[in-house]
């Protein structure tokens, strides 16, 4: 079951989803999303993902910066 929370007290509205996955090649899982405001984008890519590989995109809609879901709370290291 997907867990949902916020990992920074940033409340900038997010220009960036940042999508973690685990695996290679066809194998890959998407484990875990967070948005990212453009100032924490590179923490996001490097510590918010959990040692997840990053695929970074353009958000759409409204969401706040550090808000994440865990699809897979069981993988990476924690935050």
């Not at 875990?32 to 997840?52: D, I, M, P, Q, Y």
């Not at 590989?53 to 865990?70: I, M, V």
């Amino acid at each position: 079951m997907p867990t949902f929370g916020k990992v920074t007290a940033c409340a900038s509205a997010a220009v960036w989803l940042v999508e973690g996955y685990s695996g290679e090649g066809k194998e890959q899982s998407l484990d875990r999303t967070v948005f990212a405001c453009e100032k924490h984008l590179a923490t996001a890519e490097a510590s918010w993902l959990r040692g997840l590989e990053p695929h970074t995109q353009r958000a759409t809609g409204l969401n706040w910066c550090g808000q994440f879901t865990d699809y897979n709370p069981e993988i990476g290291t924690g935050l």
